[in-house]
């Protein structure tokens, strides 16, 4: 049985922002716009959403402290400056670090009795405020699903929300904006959305339209990322267009199926080693393929087909992108896996084959 929820409402296109300020004006009278240091400024989207909150009356403060694998601390002092001045809605823009934030800031913004941690009971009285996500990156699909990866300070771990209220209210995609991204993380966002589409691909839960939306994106993305490992460049404004739709696309695929193993072991990854997101993940699309192969032959067999590759081709341009050097031993291997002892997150059940904590240790210690 198929069960889509997506209530996100998405604008895609050239001028997205500039063309629907009244999109905005529907949400309030006053917004806190959320961003990382400098992506926001650089790609231009800051300077339009400013002119589209000017052009409709719409009060706005800028809060510039989100930094990659954002913490619940900062989302939480936002949520209080996003109270002083008594904002009707959060705008996040950035890559999946400042979009995720603007869902936890919401969150925190009408809730002042929250403390950073309690946002993961999934409890609380007030429902956030609306959000609206202007997107730099072409990876993470935050645009258009209702999750939110934040890292807990206290034990400086990823751990992600999701549900009904993780959804933007709208987002405003244009592709330009993601044109200012340098080669390395145009490469590791990409392979995040990659990832995305493929790993949700091969969870139980896609079928049908999952379907149709993942064998649509999957080559447009690796078409993207072969154009990368060949050149050695960045893409044109016609392949940035594609990447980012086909982000997006991705995006819908995990939000109905979520993501496989690579994912929760990609953390690890980025906790202890520092490494990015989405090179984190494809760090383990090898192992992940070749469980899809035993365990999928046929839908892995159709993955090929899509990318007009064979998988030793594919395997090697995702590894090299992923540009991996990193040795673990048994025994660090052992405490990772520490933190799937008490249950397996829901990704390794919908992997193929399902994957227990020991085959998760065992992919770890053979990085
Ligand atoms: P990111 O962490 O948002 O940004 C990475 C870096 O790219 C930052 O230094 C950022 O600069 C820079 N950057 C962003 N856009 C740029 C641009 N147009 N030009 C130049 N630099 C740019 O990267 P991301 O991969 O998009 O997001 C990763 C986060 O999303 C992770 O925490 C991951 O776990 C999460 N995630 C969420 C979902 C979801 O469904 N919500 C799904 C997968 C992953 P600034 O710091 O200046 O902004
Ligand atoms: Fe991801």
Redesign the pocket.
């Known amino acids: 049985m198929e069960n889509l929820y997506m209530p996100a409402r998405v604008i895609y296109g050239k001028n997205a922002v500039r063309e629907n300020a009244a999109v905005l004006k529907e949400l309030g009278g006053s917004c806190l716009i959320v ?9 231009g ?1 800051l300077d339009d959403v400013q002119s589209a909150l000017e052009s409709v009356n719409i009060k706005y403060a800028v809060f ?1 402290r ?5 913490l619940l601390s900062v989302c939480h002092e936002a949520g209080e400056e996003a109270r002083k001045i008594d904002a009707d809605f959060i705008l996040g ?8 934030s603007a ?1 936890a800031i919401a969150i925190f913004a009408a809730n002042p009795g929250l403390a950073p941690a309690d946002i993961y009971k999934r409890v609380y009285d007030n429902a956030p405020l609306k959000v609206a996500l202007v ?8 645009e ?8 807990n300070d206290e034990t400086g771990r ?1 751990k ?1 929300i ?1 549900g009904a209220d ?1 959804y933007a209210a709208v987002s405003l995609c244009d592709y330009t ?6 080669y390395d ?1 145009t490469v ?2 990409a392979l ?1 959305a990659f990832a ?1 589409a493929v790993e949700g691909y091969f969870t139980p839960k896609a079928t049908g339209i999952i379907d149709l939306w993942a064998e649509k994106c999957i080559p447009e993305i690796y078409n993207a990322l072969c154009f990368m490992y060949e050149t050695k460049t960045v893409p044109d404004e016609k392949l940035r267009d594609s990447l980012y739709k086909g982000s997006l696309y991705a ?1 819908l695929v ?2 109905t199926c979520g ?1 496989a193993f690579p ?1 929760p072991l990609g ?1 690890v990854l ?1 906790e202890n080693y520092g490494v ?3 090179k984190a993940c494809a760090a383990f699309f090898k192992a992940f393929f070749e469980r899809a192969q035993k365990f999928a032959p046929v839908k892995a067999e159709k993955l090929c087909s899509l990318c007009g590759a064979e998988s030793y081709e594919i395997i090697e341009v995702i590894s090299s992108l992923a540009d991996i050097h990193i040795k673990i031993s048994e025994e660090d291997a052992e405490n990772y896996s520490l933190r799937w002892a008490e249950s397996v997150p829901k990704n390794f059940i919908s992997s193929p084959g399902s994957l227990t904590r020991e085959e998760a240790k065992e992919i770890l210690a053979s990085l």
């Open positions: 961003t990382g240091g400098s992506s926001a400024k650089k790609s989207a510039d989100i930094s990659a694998n954002p823009i950035g890559g999946g670090s400042a979009l995720d869902k997107g730099t990156t072409a990876g993470t699909g935050s258009v699903t209702g999750v939110s990866v934040l890292t990823k992600s999701s993780c904006y993601t044109c200012s991204m340098p993380i590791s966002t995040d995305h995006g995990i939000n993501t994912h953390y980025t990015p997101h989405g």
